[in-house]
């Protein structure tokens, strides 16, 4: 099946830094990737539509200038959380369609980020 | 934004036992979705039954969908400990979002 990568798995940062997640689809060409976040022993809440070539779409409460989306190639998104801060702390995770029409998504292995 | 519900929160059987969460929504849906979550990992799509279907099988895996009850129900049949994880239940209303359910935590004892 299709394969989505995550870089970092986990980082570690201090409160005021900048992290950037890497989302790639390995084997597959993806126009639109999606970036959730996990706090622990939740679900997973729908932060912003990645879409290659043109603006992200975010969904309601998610502050734009805050969570940073670059979709800059039909394999590779990238989120960057800004001036982090300990309520940042969560885990990250992208998926892709693996091609229009399918309906299933595939998922990332989720990037575990610490804020201090 | 989040609107299906899942029960129970937290399921523990024996191995070999069958194993049944339900899931719950509240607007309509091009398909439903299963997803298994281990800990700490991504997700592992599991099997996905569209609003036009009421019962999909796949492997040990059996899912039923309720439109007018806006319900779905994931049953794993003949359980194993590599079963334990969590599992989410997804709408996909358009454009490919999924909206996730609260999930529930399978533990399978050996």
């Known amino acids: 099946g299709a394969v989505v990568s995550q870089h970092p798995s986990r980082v570690i940062c201090k409160s005021g830094t900048s992290v950037k997640i890497e989302c790639r689809s390995l084997?597959?060409?993806?126009?639109?990737m999606f970036w959730y976040r996990q706090f622990p022993k939740q679900s997973l809440m729908l932060m912003a539509t990645s879409n290659e070539g043109s603006k992200a779409t975010y969904e309601q409460g998610v502050e734009k200038d805050k969570f940073l989306i670059n979709h800059a190639s039909l394999t590779l998104s990238t989120l960057t959380v800004t001036s982090a801060h300990p309520e940042d702390s969560s885990f990250y995770i992208c998926s892709a369609p693996w091609r229009e029409g399918r309906n299933e998504q595939f998922f990332g292995p989720g990037t575990r980020l610490t804020v201090l | 934004s989040q609107q299906g519900e899942e029960d129970p929160q937290a399921l523990s059987i024996q191995e070999g036992e069958n194993a049944t969460m339900n899931c719950s929504y509240k607007t309509s849906i091009n398909n439903l979705q299963w997803y298994r979550q281990n800990s700490g990992r991504g997700l592992v799509h599991l099997i996905l039954i569209r609003s036009n279907e009421r019962e999909k099988h796949s492997g040990r895996l059996r899912v039923t969908l309720d439109t007018s009850k806006k319900s779905s129900s994931l049953l794993i049949t003949a359980s194993r400990a590599a079963d334990t994880a969590s599992y989410f239940c997804?709408?996909?209303?358009?454009?490919?979002?999924?909206?996730f359910g609260a999930g529930t935590t399978v533990t399978v004892r050996a």
């Open positions: 997804a709408t996909d209303a358009r454009d490919y979002k999924l909206s």
């Open positions: 084997d597959f060409q993806a126009t639109t």
